[in-house]
């Protein structure tokens, strides 16, 4: 073989895949042939095989006939003697020669008949009817099987008894004549018959055909070459088997059927399986299904295992999240209270800035601007006497000027009263009005905690209607005696509250819980 180009794609063959594939190639197109020509080179091994080369005028060919064959041929292989034989063309790679493997062969005595069937063979195959895209394949379990054979030969019986001890099915045998002329015309009518019936109907339609014959010389066999039965047999759609004559018996019908058998009894094995096989065949794969799954089972389990054990216990995952979760949680309540205290203080520092003072204060200064535009407008309208025509559009000035100032007062008004209701929502005092109280230290200062407070510590509670003394109880505190009663001239004055401190530092940002 010559080299491929380097942008080649066409694969390279080594020597052995090209020979097995000619191989190959030759026993699938001549996988049946019939050769007719003198024998010459015979020779009998001691193994039992037979050696030999078929030759004519012009050509000749290697043979061979294996050992198992050599009893069923026809005549005995010597050396000049004319025959008519029968195999498949193969190789033998080893030594790329090409060779046919025999199976039968018979003395060429009748060859007008031969002749003739050979022509009808060809032209059948030349149709397609040979065609192995063609041959229907057999059902595995039939329940209904039609035998088309003589109701008195041996055939019938063998069949039946082999049927019988293999698959429990039914049985509907056509009678007919298989020798003779008129056998061909009865086979034919038996497959039509068979082809006809309905499924469901009163004779139940055969799953698969069997068309039998013992065996016997050409002549007695030439009722099943008959090209009208050849052609029935294709145009069935019933699967068909066919076995007539013995194993060395070639038919036309044997090409036609969807399976050849070499024998009646074959032919009853191809078209129904073994029970007991069947049965031990499903116990089996059940015992196999059953090994597989535990096995399955069992690997899954181990490797779970084995997974398991390299992976770290659940408290130790979690040991380190509960740590940091713990002392998140002891900082959240100090975190919480520096936040609280920070947002105090800026809110303080807001509610300094809210005063009505400073609101009305503004006002009254855009209030006297206003004012005093207005008297510039009557200046200047006094002193352009001489501008009557733009003195008579200064009403409408002056109505839009007071409309806009009606705007500006109001949108200032409105502002007013908004920061006003922020200025009460963010009183320290409101909570009062809904019932809570101030809790104050006798020197002023606002108590924020239980803890900024001692057991036995006097602390002055302020309502929103009055002020009250109290003590702060605790586990081995000693009550206070009661105080007397208070007069109206003797009761304690409030103590003044602490002014906020002023601003000396941006307001902070909220505090980090963490």
Not at 47 to 76: E, F, S
Request: charged residues 25%; hydrophobic residues 40%.
């Amino acid at each position: 073989m010559t080299d491929l180009a380097p942008d080649s794609n066409a694969p390279a063959y080594s020597v052995s895949e090209l020979a097995f594939a000619l191989k190959r190639t030759l026993e699938d197109r001549y996988g049946f042939v019939r050769l007719r020509g003198e024998l010459s080179k015979v020779t009998h091994h001691s193994n039992g095989h037979v050696y030999l080369t078929i030759k004519d005028d012009k050509a000749a060919i290697d043979g061979v006939v294996w050992k198992g064959n050599v009893r069923g041929l026809g005549v005995r292989p010597e050396h000049g003697l004319e025959v008519i034989v029968t195999g498949k063309i193969t190789t033998y790679p080893a030594g790329s020669r090409y060779q046919i493997v025999i199976d039968s062969m018979e003395a060429a005595g009748v060859g007008a008949l031969l002749a003739q069937l050979e022509r009808l063979k060809a032209k059948l195959a030349g149709e397609g009817l040979f065609a192995a895209e063609r041959k229907r394949p057999l059902p595995s379990m039939p329940a209904v099987v039609g035998v088309i054979t003589s109701p008195t030969g041996a055939v019938i019986r063998d069949i039946l008894h082999r049927i019988r001890d293999r698959w429990p099915c039914r049985v509907i045998v056509w009678p007919v004549v298989v020798q003779g002329d008129a056998a061909a015309g009865q086979v034919a009518g038996a497959i039509r018959g068979f082809n006809a019936l309905s499924p469901g109907g009163p004779v139940p339609r055969p799953d698969i055909l069997i068309v039998a014959r013992g065996g016997g010389s050409v002549e007695d066999l030439w009722a099943f070459n008959d090209e009208a039965l050849a052609r029935t047999v294709a145009e069935g759609t019933i699967p068909l088997i066919s076995a007539v004559g013995h194993e060395t018996d070639t038919t036309l019908i044997d090409f036609v059927s969807d399976r050849r058998a070499p024998t009646p009894t074959a032919a009853a094995e191809m078209a129904t399986p073994v029970l007991a096989e069947l049965r031990g065949l499903v116990s089996d794969y059940d015992r196999r299904l059953s090994r597989c799954a535990g096995r399955v089972v069992e690997e899954r389990r181990t490797r779970l295992q084995a997974a398991a054990r390299g992976l770290p216990r659940p408290n130790d995952l979690l040991a380190l999240a509960q740590q940091r979760f713990d002392i998140a949680a002891g900082r959240l309540d100090a975190a919480l209270e520096r936040n609280t205290s920070v947002h105090a203080q800026d809110l303080l520092k807001v509610t300094a800035r809210l005063s009505p003072e400073a609101l009305a204060r503004q006002r009254q200064a855009k209030s006297e601007r206003l004012s005093d535009l207005s008297r510039r407008l009557d200046l200047a309208a006094r002193r352009a006497p001489e501008r009557a025509a733009q003195h008579a559009r200064l009403p409408a000035l002056w109505d839009r000027l007071n409309a806009v100032a009606r705007r500006r007062l109001d949108r200032d008004a409105d502002r007013l009263a908004g920061l006003d209701k922020l200025r009460q929502s963010l009183n320290p005092e409101r909570p009062l009005e809904l019932g809570f109280a101030l809790v104050r230290k006798m020197d002023g200062t606002l108590a924020r905690s239980a803890a900024d407070l001692s057991a036995g510590e006097r602390v002055n509670l302020k309502f929103k209607l009055g002020e009250r003394d109290a003590v702060i109880d605790g586990e081995g505190a000693t009550p206070p005696p009661p105080p007397p009663a208070p007069s109206a001239a003797s009761a304690p004055k409030p103590a003044p509250r602490p002014k906020p401190a002023p601003p000396t530092a941006p307001p902070a940002a909220q505090g980090d819980l963490f």
